[in-house]
């Protein structure tokens, strides 16, 4: 694992990591706290209480649960606790899909179809690397900068404002993370009208 906030940038200005994610190997670290690819922080295990948030969000419909990256499971162990009926999981890198395949095996909820979502789903996501640059560089408020940053590509993408709502939970990173260093996160809810 590389150390520390102060290595500098994790993207320098203009790198596209996207032809070699796939196979790049997923260094999973020996506690299995971290999870590098590229030499790049992806997934830390301090983040546990953000991701269950963000995870009962997406299974409070329960249904169909569609969650895009997989990471070290925190967010998709957590779904399996919920009442859901399906469980759909898109990983682009070969290791981490390795990973999911051996999880999903103990998993009790399978997949089975996909489909958009429907009227009434919920949608919730985060990107902390972006989010965190924000909150170091142009935020000190965390929803300022969702209300800024988030919701206009939200209603573009046809979302209606009064369906989109936050909640802030107070979660201090370990001065070693090199994406995130507020000490505050959120968990958005997005209902689809
Ligand atoms: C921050 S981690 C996800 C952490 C996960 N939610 C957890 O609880 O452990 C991001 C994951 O998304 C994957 N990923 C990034 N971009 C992707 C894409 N466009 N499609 C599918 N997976 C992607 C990465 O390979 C990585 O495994």
């Given at each position: 694992m590389s150390s520390g906030a102060?290595?500098?940038?994790?993207?320098?200005?203009?790198?596209?990591?996207r032809a070699a994610w796939r196979e790049a190997t997923a260094g999973y670290d020996e506690p299995d706290a971290h999870l590098e690819i590229l030499g790049k922080p992806?997934?830390?295990?301090?983040?546990t209480p953000y991701m269950h948030s963000l995870a009962t969000v997406a299974a409070s419909k329960g249904g169909r649960v569609l969650e895009v990256g997989f990471g070290m499971a925190i967010a998709a162990s957590k779904v399996q606790e919920l009442g859901i009926e399906e469980h759909w999981i898109i990983e682009c890198n070969e290791g981490v899909f390795r990973r999911l395949e051996q999880w999903a095996k103990a998993q009790p909820h399978k997949g089975h179809a996909f489909r958009l979502l429907r009227p009434g789903g919920v949608l919730t996501y985060c990107n902390l690397t972006s989010w965190g640059e924000l909150l170091k560089?142009?935020?000190?408020?965390i929803e300022k900068m969702f209300e800024e940053t988030q919701v206009g590509p939200l209603l573009e993408a046809g979302f209606r404002r009064e369906n989109i709502s936050t909640r802030v939970m107070e979660l201090q990173p370990p001065r070693?993370?090199?994406?995130y260093s507020h000490p505050r996160m959120i968990t958005p809810t997005v209902l689809k009208h």
């Open positions: 102060a290595a500098g940038p994790i993207f320098a200005e203009g790198e596209d990591c992806v997934m830390e295990r301090w983040e560089t142009r935020y000190s408020d070693e993370c090199r994406y």
